[in-house]
């Protein structure tokens, strides 16, 4: 190659990387130019793209930043507040029940229960809410809807709800949310909550079988695969179990008495459902294009979703028709030492655009993280602040460097329970008709609760990030005691100076000899007492360290202990067949009241008198507690539902048919631009209050992304280095190779 050019060139490249060099651009940036000075939040997703954004049928972790950012249920829960605090998002206030009997007579509030027939609720809707723009809603000139009678023609080329030109909005009414509830009967799309709500919304179940007969009616000439479907308008089918008194009241009727369906109010499956977003999507060409619900949600939340690139990224931008509720101004006592209530009473929400980007991998999702460019790693997820929690802790290097980040990793302790229980069906560590062997069961079970060392576990496998068990119920829910009599299990603890203590192993021993095992051996046998844990799963490198953890547990008192790991599908199978021993197990609560831990231990709960449907794995049946229970669910929160706790708690730590495990904390990452984050999985529009400083955020950036030019500067010169005498060479071979040849012919003409 002629080397003539390769001076100049290099010259050039030279002059441009200083021109680079000298430029403020941050050069590795994943955003667009000037993206991090905008008031927008960046996070990441790490699988693929949410499934269903569609109120009836979203339930998923990875679903909840959308759905409850689009949508606004009737209820929500207070921000800060704990124990959580049910508070209304739609509706204009929460409201009480009345109640009536089988003869239709109303009955006072404080009716016990087993009189009440049925629950009326009318709810009030807030007036004044407006559906985030949408082209369901668009509307002519003579008030004709624009894009309710397409073609496939008319639906060709459109795959966003950006590709249509138009857009309206109307004011959210009553008749949104009937329209809601009676599509939970829908057979085209799968509701989690239609069996539940079946048992409780007067004439749920026979309202789904007349649907599903419609259904079927409507689709009787098509192929089972077309996806264009005449649409299913629930205005023409009506039941009486929802229905709007006017525009504004919402009526809807319960079975019995069920203070926990409150609760349900606050989930997205009670969210408004407009019928023109129906009528919108179930026109030709839609359905193929992903034009639904399941990705292009419509709400009246405090954003909507305007960018859905499957797999690649999702954008929500703020609802230009939303309100500004008021950020909070009441918490925690810690919340304004935090600066939790620096923004009290500013209309929310506080960010303009949320930015959701694919990251597949866990260390380019981690790398850009500590560069700034995402404010969190991952919004949904309240387990990856733990992760560096740990890295803290183990590491002095790691924690100086988050510090001088300013990351901040907000904790909590979750309404979550993770427990080791026994089968009470078993003969050697569960109930008894025979009152002697139950109690010397019982003290077996004590002793078992005694030697297990939680904090230990915690610990070592927790990295510390959890909170021992003194019972069924966890912080942040009415009912749980912080401090008193009922704030510690007597069996396994005693106070020392106010500080909890776990009792001996020699306690433990002792009441190990009272059930009829001294030193672990059958005293009438003489055999060692083995035990079978079953697992939830097969024993991976890191099960086999716990399982030995476990039998070390045992050890204490001279129990062997058997593991036989399994994976979940047979573990559940063994334990809906009452074949098990013992086993782990944990509960995360669908809602935060206290009935939602205790269903956990009622008898009639039991899988073995349930076909396995019911949730008491433990089949733990006492009727003290069993009679509390049946009090307690009708109860609202207040002393009497209060003092109810406190015995049934009582009862179960005595009986010990769990040894009580931990409640493990959750912590969230955020940069130090963020504001306002406090993990939780019960507020699920958490969004919606998070505040980003996007001029400190660009100020990070640049400082921790600053170019280092010096080796590529180095590697330039080197270049020249080795290029210039090369090209000397060259040179002085070429012109030496001129004067040959001028010679040459010189000589040649001189001959001649």
């Not at 026979?206 to 077309?226: H, M, Q, V």
């Not at 046998?525 to 360290?545: C, H, I, K, M, W």
């Not at 204490?556 to 086993?583: C, M, P, W």
């Not at 631009?673 to 529009?685: A, D, E, F, S, Y």
């Amino acid at each position: 190659m002629a080397l003539t050019g390769v001076v100049p060139r290099l010259l050039a490249a030279l002059l441009a990387l200083a021109a680079l060099a000298g430029c403020d651009r941050v050069t590795n940036s994943p955003h667009p130019r000037g993206a991090e000075a905008t008031n927008t939040l960046f996070t990441a997703f790490t699988q693929r793209s949410p499934k269903y954004l569609d109120p009836t049928s979203s339930y998923s972790n990875d679903e909840t930043p959308y759905t409850y950012q689009v949508y606004e249920p009737l209820y929500g829960y207070h921000y800060l507040k704990r124990p959580y605090e049910l508070r209304p998002r739609a509706a204009e206030r929460v409201v009480a029940p009345r109640f009536y009997d089988a003869d239709g007579r109303e009955l006072p509030a404080d009716a016990p229960g087993e009189q009440v027939a049925e629950s009326v609720y009318d709810i009030p809707i807030r007036k004044g809410i407006l559906f985030a723009p949408h082209p369901a809603f668009a509307r002519d000139a003579a008030g004709n809807y624009v894009y309710h009678a397409l073609t496939r023609r008319d639906t060709a080329g459109k795959y966003g709800i950006k590709d249509f030109a138009q857009t309206g909005t109307r004011e959210l009414t009553a008749h949104d949310y009937v329209y809601a509830i009676r599509r939970l009967a829908t057979p085209r799309i799968k509701s989690p909550s239609f069996s539940l709500m079946s048992e409780y919304i007067v004439g749920l179940h026979e309202y789904g079988e007349r649907i599903a007969a419609i259904d079927r009616e409507l689709r009787k000439d098509l192929s089972p695969t077309d996806r264009d479907l005449p649409m299913l308008d629930f205005r023409q089918y009506a039941f009486a179990g929802a229905e709007a008194l006017d525009d504004h009241t919402l009526r809807v009727r319960i079975k019995g008495k069920y203070p926990q369906f409150k609760y349900w109010l606050a989930m997205t499956f009670f969210s408004p459902v407009p019928w023109e977003a129906e009528k919108f999507y179930s026109q030709p060409g839609m359905a193929e294009k992903n034009l639904t619900l399941n990705y292009w949600p419509v709400g009246t939340g405090p954003y909507m979703l305007t960018e859905f690139l499957e797999n690649r990224r999702h954008v929500l931008e703020r609802n230009p028709n939303f309100r500004g509720e008021p950020y909070p101004c009441e918490g925690e006592p810690q919340d304004r030492a935090e600066g939790m209530l620096d923004d009290c009473g500013k209309p929310t929400p506080f960010v303009d655009r949320v930015v959701f980007n694919i990251e597949k991998e866990a260390i380019p999702l981690r790398t850009k993280f500590f560069q700034g460019y995402y404010d969190s790693p991952q919004i949904e997820r309240l387990d990856v602040g733990t992760g560096f929690i740990v890295e803290m802790a183990d590491s002095a290097d790691k924690e100086a460097e988050y510090k001088a980040k300013g990351i901040r990793l907000p904790t909590t302790i979750e309404a979550n329970s993770w427990y080791l229980g026994f089968n009470m069906l078993d003969p050697v560590v569960g109930d008894s008709d025979d009152p002697v062997q139950r109690e010397r069961n019982r003290k077996l079970r004590q002793a078992i609760s005694i030697a297990i060392d939680w904090e230990e576990h915690i610990a070592i496998f927790e990295k510390g990030q959890g909170m021992a068990a003194q019972g069924p119920l966890p912080p942040g829910l009415f009912g749980y005691r912080e401090d008193g009599p009922a704030a510690f299990n007597p069996v396994v603890y005693r106070k020392v100076d106010g500080r909890l203590e776990r009792r001996s192993i020699e306690e433990a021993k002792r009441l190990l000899a009272e059930a009829g095992y001294p030193n672990g051996r059958d005293e009438k046998t003489g055999r060692p007492l083995v035990l079978n844990f079953d697992y939830l799963s097969a024993l991976t490198p890191a099960a086999r360290s716990l399982m030995d953890w476990y039998q070390k547990q045992f050890a204490k008192l001279g129990i062997q202990l058997e593991i036989r790991a399994t994976d979940y599908n047979r573990f559940q199978d063994k334990v809906n067949k009452g074949s098990h021993q013992i086993y782990f197990w944990g509960w995360l609560a669908d809602y935060p009241d206290a009935e939602n831990f205790l269903f956990l231990l009622y008898g009639p709960n039991a899988k073995s008198l349930t076909n396995g449907n019911g949730e008491n794995a433990s089949n733990y049946r006492n009727p003290e507690f069993d009679m509390r229970f049946e009090r307690m669910k009708f109860e609202e929160d207040g002393p009497v539902k209060a003092q109810l706790i406190d015995e049934m708690i009582r009862i179960v730590q005595e009986d010990a048919p769990w040894t009580w495990g931990y409640f493990p904390t959750s912590a969230a990452a955020f940069h130090q631009w963020v504001h306002n984050g406090k993990p939780t999985q019960i507020i699920r529009n958490h969004i919606q209050y998070l505040r980003v400083d996007p001029q400190l955020r660009t100020e990070r950036i640049a400082e921790w992304n600053r170019p280092v030019w010096w080796p590529v500067a180095l590697i330039a010169l080197a270049l020249v280095a080795a290029v210039v005498p090369a090209f000397r060479a060259y040179r002085r071979r070429e012109r030496e190779n001129a004067a040959r040849t001028l010679a040459r012919e010189a000589a040649a003409g001189a001959a001649e």
